[in-house]
């Protein structure tokens, strides 16, 4: 699976957009961005994913480069609740997608993004 | 919504102990996954299991060992507790697709073990 970097942490206010940055230079043609986030003492959680194009849930957008060598996660809106550490994670999806991934997730250091009133 | 649960939130256990965590998840998912998180290290995969009596092992697997007898449920055992196991464990299951793909983990809670 391909590193990511990203900044060890970031502020937002409340209410801003929140753009959380990841790059991923060596990522290869079947893997994917994948954005999680885990709040204190809870377990990750799944934010979104993408391949190329950008894509939108109601939790936030990706963005995506066109060369795919960075991503930004956006949080529309962010609120107190969003203060947590966000992990950017590639991996192929393995199966038919291509690749070998048995599904196991590499978590990095992740942003913890600080929301503030 | 997907729903993971794990047996315990806290757990106090005595060193040589034998000390069962429990996960179970209600949406059906072929791919269960047992994580151990300690801080500077990340997550690190203990096993995982494909299917019900199948299991592989992940990066840290030495002193643990899983059963999946039904597949909602998937059980992490510590045959004997030791000091070292102290940490966060945390169970994520997801489903495969269509094309065998493996898709996004859903976690649980967590459970805190401390072994003194």
């Known amino acids: 699976d391909a590193k990511t970097t990203q900044p060890t942490s970031m502020d937002c206010a409340e209410g801003r957009a929140a753009n959380l940055p990841c790059n991923h230079s060596?990522?290869?043609?079947?893997?994917?961005v994948y954005w999680y986030r885990q709040i204190h003492s809870q377990g990750p959680q799944y934010i979104i994913h993408g391949l190329k194009n950008n894509e939108t849930n109601e939790m936030a957008s990706l963005i995506i480069t066109e060369d795919r060598k960075s991503s930004t996660l956006i949080l529309p809106h962010a609120t107190l609740r969003d203060t947590a550490v966000y992990y950017c994670i590639v991996r192929d999806k393995g199966g038919d997608a291509g690749g070998t991934s048995y599904g196991k997730l590499t978590f990095g250091q992740g942003t913890i993004l600080t929301v503030h009133p | 919504d997907v729903k993971v649960t794990q047996s315990s939130r806290y757990l106090v256990k005595r060193t040589g102990e034998k000390v069962f965590l429990e996960c179970v998840q209600d949406?059906?998912?072929?791919?269960m996954f047992w994580y151990r998180q300690d801080p500077g290290l990340g997550l690190r995969l203990i096993y995982f299991?494909?299917?019900?009596?199948?299991?592989e092992k992940g990066d840290i697997p030495e002193g643990y060992s899983v059963s999946r007898e039904k597949k909602e449920r998937f059980s992490l055992i510590l045959e004997s507790a030791s000091t070292n196991q102290t940490s966060m464990y945390l169970c994520a299951s997801s489903f495969v697709g269509m094309d065998r793909g493996q898709y996004e983990q859903y976690f649980g809670p967590g459970t805190r073990l401390t072994v003194t």
């Open positions: 060596t990522i290869s043609g079947n893997e994917y």
């Open positions: 949406m059906d998912h072929e791919n």
């Open positions: 299991s494909y299917d019900v009596k199948m299991k």
